[in-house]
């Protein structure tokens, strides 16, 4: 008995160290939308196209990406470095919306979003758009946005 109170301590206390992940399901596509964590040092640095932009308190900018058929994994990168200040990540699959997403979706404040979405049967093919929205923003705000 001693044992099995020990082994679900193991359990419980694992799943508190892994990062969050969120599962959407929607009809034949399951996304997993996860921290990206390391995964620039597995994929490279290149995000193309890296977008320049600025924001400014409730303003929001639109983005765009046709996904081919066939696509696994999309990581997405909105950086904009300073902690003070707040935006917002609203992501428009053609079958479905991921998100809102902020600056501690994954556990740290630093002024980054960065995330991976993956289906192991691929990503909803068409036109997907990212809402960048300036949530507490003082003054005006630089980023860079950015997808592989």
Not at 33 to 45: R, S
Not at 78 to 101: E, F, H, I, K, Q
Not at 106 to 128: A, C, F, H, K, Q
Request: aromatic share 12%; with cysteine.
């Amino acid at each position: 008995m001693e044992l099995c109170k020990i082994a679900t301590f193991i359990v419980i206390a694992a799943a508190l160290l892994v990062p969050t992940v969120a599962a959407q399901g929607t009809g034949s596509h399951n996304y997993i939308v996860t921290p990206a964590g390391d995964t620039m040092l597995e994929d490279g640095p290149v995000f193309m196209p890296m977008n320049v932009g600025s924001i400014t308190q409730g303003e929001t900018d639109w983005y765009s990406l046709n996904v081919a058929a066939g696509t696994t994994k999309l990581t997405i990168d909105l950086n904009w470095g300073d902690s003070s200040d707040s935006l917002r990540l609203t992501v428009y699959a053609p079958d479905t919306v991921l998100g809102p997403y902020y600056d501690s979706y994954d556990g740290t404040t630093n002024g980054r979003i960065y995330m991976s979405i993956e289906d192991s049967v691929g990503l909803y093919p068409g036109t997907w758009w990212f809402e960048v929205y300036g949530a507490d923003v003082d003054g005006t705000e630089d980023y860079t946005f950015g997808w592989r």
